[in-house]
């Protein structure tokens, strides 16, 4: 084992990242938020250790990497608490809303959600920084305006059943505060200024695509230039899921790739053509340096989503390469790109974005490395143009192989679903990006100032057209989507362990890392999907019918595609009012509904006066109305208290085993703090009232 670490010393460094991204995880699974400043003793007890080990030669191989643990920990722990921001702590019901339009988006459903900041409330309560509101005017609101309206407000919802996506952990890094409805057109207090800097921008862009090339056409054209993807028709987003094609639309390596090397060849082309420059100045690099700035522009463009991040930092390297004549290491410049991005936003390591980019492009390269020599050899000694066809369209094949089984696993672990046929897809939709939709997509930008770029968004809507026809056709066919059941955290895991040692090293031991990836498969088959689901106010109920499905009460779209995810597939059975369901388990009547499976029964109650009746002929009572001890003695009881503290909660009725939100997330900064009602605004004295008033501004 040490002969063989030896061997690889050269590839030590790049297990560095690795171990920042595992302190980082060790912070996001705490159950409890650790005390403020433990990062910092944490990373100095670290490098004490590394000082002593060294001197026994174990300092890189130890002591390295606990200082880079300590490290992840410590920027995971710094970076919460840097966002940390005023949070609305219950409802607002309707009250009056004034604030600068930071950001605004166009949904393709109509209306369009407007982020504010600074804003300004009539509200009791802690006022947060930011907030995001969806309004049903079609009108856009000009970025940078100060706009008054009515709303309803509430906190970032909390998931919608345990381990389910965490859009308030998500909304706590980007410092959002509350979401909400606009009720009242808003009013224009302070018109936007001549200039207000990339949002504005973006919002021109998106505005001027979308007006020009619309439906699904003009929302895809855009996402690839801005980053935005609400403009995209809710179908057209699913064949790109399905099909295995929404890496298309987020702006990642691909899409900066072929925006540096147009960049690149076409200024060191046209300086070309000036001999008293390019005899006397160094135009490659000028170049390269202007390519750079390009890039840099497009990640700020399309709002620096993780993705671009990882592509900037890589093609950066690469380009900076160029200017001091040095070849780039491409496995390094995945190592640094991922330590750049783990410690400017160490949140980002437990999202899609973050895994499934880092993976492909990891799995890339190491299959580069190996298939490189001979490809490169049968290509010098077949060099007619039908060979190199064939050669560009095995190439293009491997790498959609191998990028889609790195992050096939990622994708199912966080949306649940397989795409099969994507290999297909990506023949047929890769090429189209880089031969006509990127290039003009760019064109389009440079013309838009001139008010010419309508002549480059034809051919660009002819590709996107022809991509998203591709995107259908695959989604259409049969099995072109395979939901999957939840993976377990440790499936992740050691699946990402053995992808990792399989990619790092070179020598023959690297296959070890298919054990671990082999057990993290098997996490899928050690999922038991719950009996019972209930939302965190007892509206919406779910259980499990005979035939294995999901039977929901109601509920928006959003909450039946994330219990069908978490614990699907649905029924198409209508819930039973008055009736009895096609099984003969669940029956509704008399105020409530009693499920029964083999000797267990379940009673699901929204009434009061149904609630003595429920609790003689139940064995668990699951109430939308506080219970308190009415059920005392006769069966287990989650009542309007216990959702209210914990969120939604799912049941395992074979084990007994319940499991709600507030377990699943722990006691962090972002959790569910559940707040009593406070007096009303006429209840509090004068005093108290202008206090509030100055604590919040």
């Given at each position: 084992?040490v002969?063989?670490l030896l061997l690889?010393?050269?590839r030590?460094?790049?297990w560095?990242?690795?171990f920042?991204?595992?302190g980082?995880?060790?912070?996001?699974?705490?159950?409890?938020?650790p005390?403020?400043?433990?990062?910092a003793?944490?990373?100095?007890?670290?490098?004490?250790v590394?000082?002593?080990l060294?001197?026994?030669?174990?300092?890189?191989?130890v002591?390295w990497?606990?200082?880079?643990?300590?490290?992840?920990?410590?920027?995971?722990q710094?970076?919460?608490?840097?966002?940390a921001?005023?949070?609305?702590?219950r409802?607002?019901?309707?009250?009056?809303?004034?604030g600068?339009?930071d950001?605004?988006?166009?949904?393709?459903e109509?209306g369009?959600?407007?982020?504010?900041?600074?804003?300004?409330?009539?509200?009791?309560?802690?006022?947060?920084?930011?907030?995001?509101?969806?309004?049903?005017?079609?009108d856009?609101?000009?970025?940078?305006?100060?706009?008054r309206l009515?709303?309803i407000?509430?906190?970032?919802?909390?998931?919608m059943a345990?381990?389910?996506?965490d859009f308030a952990?998500?909304?706590?890094?980007?410092g959002?505060?509350?979401?909400?409805?606009?009720?009242s057109?808003?009013?224009?207090?302070?018109?936007?200024?001549?200039?207000?800097?990339?949002?504005r921008l973006?919002q021109?862009?998106?505005e001027?695509m979308?007006?020009?090339?619309?439906g699904?056409?003009?929302?895809?054209?855009?996402?690839?230039?801005?980053?935005e993807?609400?403009?995209?028709?809710?179908?057209?987003?699913?064949?790109?899921?399905?099909?295995?094609l929404a890496?298309?639309?987020?702006i990642?390596?691909l899409?900066m790739?072929?925006l540096?090397?147009m960049?690149?060849?076409?200024?060191?082309?046209?300086l070309?053509?000036?001999?008293s420059?390019?005899?006397r100045?160094p135009?490659?690099k000028?170049?390269?340096?202007?390519?750079?700035?390009?890039?840099?522009?497009?990640m700020?463009?399309?709002?620096?989503?993780?993705?671009?991040?990882?592509?900037f930092?890589m093609?950066?390297?690469?380009?900076?390469?160029?200017?001091?004549?040095?070849?780039?290491?491409s496995?390094?410049?995945v190592?640094?790109?991922?330590?750049?991005?783990?410690?400017?936003?160490?949140?980002?390591?437990i999202g899609?974005s973050?895994?499934?980019?880092?993976?492909?492009?990891?799995?890339?390269?190491?299959s580069y490395e190996?298939?490189?020599?001979?490809?490169?050899?049968?290509?010098a000694?077949?060099?007619?143009?039908h060979?190199?066809?064939a050669?560009?369209?095995?190439?293009?094949?491997?790498?959609?192989?191998?990028a889609?089984?790195?992050?096939?696993?990622?994708?199912?672990?966080?949306?649940?679903?397989?795409?099969?046929?994507?290999l297909l897809?990506?023949?047929?939709?890769?090429?189209?990006?880089?031969?006509?939709?990127?290039?003009?997509?760019m064109?389009?930008?440079?013309?838009?100032p001139?008010?010419?770029?309508?002549?480059?968004?034809?051919?660009?809507?002819?590709?996107?057209?022809?991509?998203n026809?591709?995107?259908?056709?695959?989604?259409?066919?049969?099995g072109?989507?395979t939901?999957?059941?939840?993976?377990?955290?440790?499936?992740?895991a050691?699946?990402?362990?053995g992808?990792?040692?399989?990619?790092?090293?070179?020598?023959?031991?690297?296959?070890?890392?298919?054990?671990?990836?082999?057990?993290?498969?098997?996490g899928?088959?050690?999922?038991?999907?719950?009996d019972?689901?209930?939302?965190?106010?007892?509206?919406?109920?779910?259980?499990?019918?005979?035939?294995?499905?999901l039977l929901?009460n109601?509920?928006?779209?959003?909450?039946?595609?994330?219990?069908?995810?978490?614990?699907g597939?649905?029924s198409d059975e209508p819930w039973?009012?008055?009736?009895?369901?096609?099984?003969?388990?669940l029956?509704c009547?008399?105020?409530?509904?009693?499920?029964?499976?083999?000797?267990?029964?379940?009673?699901?109650?929204?009434k009061d006066?149904a609630?003595q009746?429920a609790?003689?002929?139940?064995?668990?009572?699951i109430?939308?109305?506080?219970?308190?001890?009415?059920c005392?003695?006769r069966?287990?009881v989650?009542?309007?208290?216990?959702?209210w503290?914990?969120?939604a909660h799912?049941?395992?009725?074979s084990s007994g085993?319940?499991?709600?939100v507030?377990?699943?997330?722990?006691d962090?900064p972002?959790?569910?703090?559940?707040v009593?009602?406070?007096?009303k605004?006429?209840?509090?004295?004068?005093?108290?009232?202008k206090?509030?008033?100055?604590?919040?501004?």
């Amino acid at each position: 084992m040490v002969q063989r670490l030896l061997l690889e010393r050269e590839r030590w460094p790049l297990w560095l990242p690795v171990f920042l991204g595992l302190g980082i995880a060790v912070y996001f699974g705490l159950g409890v938020e650790p005390p403020g400043g433990l990062g910092a003793v944490c990373v100095a007890l670290a490098l004490g250790v590394a000082v002593v080990l060294r001197r026994w030669g174990l300092g890189f191989l130890v002591g390295w990497p606990l200082v880079f643990v300590a490290l992840g920990f410590a920027a995971a722990q710094a970076r919460s608490a840097w966002v940390a921001a005023p949070v609305l702590e219950r409802p607002s019901g309707r009250v009056v809303v004034q604030g600068l339009a930071d950001e605004v988006e166009p949904l393709a459903e109509g209306g369009q959600r407007v982020t504010l900041i600074q804003p300004r409330l009539d509200w009791d309560g802690p006022v947060p920084a930011k907030l995001r509101l969806r309004l049903k005017q079609n009108d856009p609101v000009p970025v940078g305006a100060v706009i008054r309206l009515d709303a309803i407000l509430v906190p970032p919802p909390q998931p919608m059943a345990p381990g389910a996506f965490d859009f308030a952990r998500h909304a706590w890094f980007m410092g959002l505060g509350a979401v909400g409805t606009g009720l009242s057109a808003p009013q224009i207090v302070t018109p936007s200024p001549s200039a207000w800097g990339l949002n504005r921008l973006r919002q021109i862009i998106l505005e001027r695509m979308t007006r020009q090339l619309p439906g699904g056409t003009g929302g895809v054209a855009a996402a690839l230039v801005t980053g935005e993807t609400s403009a995209i028709p809710r179908g057209v987003l699913d064949d790109y899921r399905d099909s295995g094609l929404a890496h298309l639309l987020s702006i990642s390596g691909l899409h900066m790739s072929l925006l540096a090397g147009m960049a690149f060849f076409v200024l060191r082309g046209g300086l070309a053509l000036i001999p008293s420059v390019a005899l006397r100045h160094p135009i490659k690099k000028w170049a390269a340096g202007l390519a750079m700035l390009a890039t840099f522009f497009y990640m700020l463009l399309a709002g620096a989503p993780v993705p671009a991040q990882r592509a900037f930092v890589m093609t950066g390297i690469v380009l900076l390469a160029v200017l001091l004549d040095r070849s780039a290491l491409s496995m390094r410049l995945v190592a640094w790109a991922a330590i750049g991005v783990l410690l400017l936003s160490p949140e980002a390591l437990i999202g899609p974005s973050f895994q499934m980019s880092f993976a492909a492009v990891m799995a890339l390269i190491a299959s580069y490395e190996k298939l490189a020599g001979p490809l490169s050899a049968w290509g010098a000694n077949h060099k007619a143009w039908h060979h190199r066809v064939a050669l560009y369209v095995v190439g293009l094949m491997l790498s959609s192989l191998v990028a889609g089984s790195a992050t096939a696993l990622y994708g199912a672990y966080h949306f649940n679903r397989f795409a099969p046929f994507s290999l297909l897809a990506n023949l047929a939709a890769v090429p189209l990006t880089g031969a006509v939709v990127m290039p003009s997509a760019m064109v389009a930008l440079l013309l838009m100032p001139l008010g010419l770029d309508g002549l480059a968004l034809v051919p660009l809507g002819w590709g996107v057209d022809a991509i998203n026809w591709v995107a259908a056709q695959v989604a259409s066919l049969p099995g072109a989507a395979t939901l999957l059941p939840p993976l377990p955290s440790w499936g992740l895991a050691a699946f990402t362990l053995g992808g990792l040692w399989l990619g790092l090293w070179k020598e023959t031991w690297r296959l070890w890392g298919l054990l671990p990836m082999g057990a993290g498969l098997a996490g899928f088959l050690t999922v038991t999907p719950p009996d019972i689901l209930v939302d965190g106010r007892g509206y919406s109920f779910a259980v499990r019918m005979a035939d294995g499905s999901l039977l929901v009460n109601r509920g928006g779209r959003l909450l039946r595609d994330t219990w069908e995810r978490r614990a699907g597939p649905l029924s198409d059975e209508p819930w039973p009012k008055n009736a009895v369901s096609a099984d003969q388990n669940l029956a509704c009547g008399a105020g409530f509904c009693l499920w029964r499976d083999r000797d267990r029964r379940v009673a699901y109650v929204q009434k009061d006066e149904a609630v003595q009746d429920a609790c003689a002929s139940a064995d668990w009572v699951i109430a939308a109305v506080p219970l308190r001890d009415k059920c005392r003695g006769r069966a287990r009881v989650i009542d309007r208290f216990d959702l209210w503290r914990g969120g939604a909660h799912v049941l395992w009725l074979s084990s007994g085993r319940v499991d709600s939100v507030a377990r699943w997330q722990g006691d962090r900064p972002w959790s569910h703090h559940p707040v009593k009602r406070r007096k009303k605004p006429e209840e509090i004295p004068a005093s108290s009232e202008k206090e509030t008033e100055n604590d919040d501004s």
